[in-house]
């Protein structure tokens, strides 16, 4: 009652009727109504909101992927590094030796070979590490030629698919060759091809290590880094094509089918895990 006094006495002064009826306790009066405007009766309390409560503004866009900002890229390549000095260290003269090997015109694998059991295991990793590198090279190709693709499959699920197809790859490869050395060729040969081919391998993933960084870090011209890709490719051929003429031709005529067994075993399934991973690009939206 105390307050009802009081409005009696203070709303005549600023020329209000006070109803004392209608006037509630103090206790169960309402603090604050939600209304977003200034009532038309001068008795009800109005709420005020800030302005910036019912802003509507401009809703921001994400920015798209880059493979500079993915922290699961930085630690595969910091990886691939600690990988590449590793064998280095372990297996310095053993590469040495590869290459050496290499170059020299032999059919059949020496039998002075200093490689060991660990040896086999280091170089391994650099067959594991190439196929990262690859596999990297081509995400961030298609990321150029396809950035919706991004946006719509996991990045780190693409990463991984094109490294299982790097993997695949060279496995399908090392298996075609062992089939056609036992077909065609005696195992001596087949073997000394099978050791160059590892030692192409190993270098192209010390090789492509360099470029990756290139690829992924620095904001380089697309056209100038496919050329560079292209080139160690074509010059990881030509050694092999090299390497194909000093084991299994005689002549001119075996030169002329090294060419074409070099177009069907080289150049075609190249052309082709390209263009199958084109539709697997086209699978992951499918699915994803």
């Known amino acids: 009652m105390f307050y009802a006094d009081t409005l009696r006495e203070v709303l005549p002064k600023v020329g209000l009727r006070c109803d004392t009826d209608s006037v509630a306790k103090a206790d169960t009066l309402p603090v604050f109504y939600k209304e977003q405007f200034v009532s038309a009766d001068t008795t009800t309390l109005t709420r005020y909101y800030p302005r910036s409560e019912f802003a509507s503004g401009i809703e921001g866009e994400p920015l798209p992927y880059s493979p500079r900002t993915d922290d699961g890229l930085a630690m595969i390549l910091l990886g691939c590094f600690f990988v590449s000095s590793y064998v280095l260290a372990r297996s310095k003269k053993f590469l040495s030796q ?98 160059s081919y590892s030692t192409l391998i190993y270098y192209l993933g010390f090789s492509l290590f360099p470029f990756v960084l290139f690829l992924v870090y620095f904001d380089l011209n697309a056209a100038l880094l496919v050329s560079i890709g292209l080139s160690l490719l074509i010059l990881t051929k030509i050694l092999m094509f090299y390497k194909w003429i000093k084991l299994f031709s005689c002549n001119i005529y075996g030169v002329l089918l090294l060419i074409l067994y070099f177009c069907a075993l080289e150049i075609v399934p190249c052309l082709m895990v390209y263009l199958g991973m084109i539709q697997l690009n086209n699978v992951l939206i499918i699915k994803f």
């Open 98 to 195: 590869q290459v050496k090997d290499f170059m020299l015109a032999r059919n059949r694998t020496s039998i002075f070979s200093i490689s060991t059991g660990a040896d086999m295991r280091y170089l391994l990793l650099l067959v594991v590490q190439t196929c990262v590198l690859g596999g990297v090279c081509l995400f961030n190709y298609f990321n150029d030629v396809r950035p919706k693709l991004m946006e719509q499959v996991s990045p780190h699920l693409l990463l991984g698919a094109y490294i299982a197809v790097c993997l695949l790859y060279l496995l399908m490869k090392w298996m075609l060759y062992s089939f056609l050395g036992w077909v065609f060729f005696d195992k001596n040969k087949t073997d000394v091809w099978l050791e």
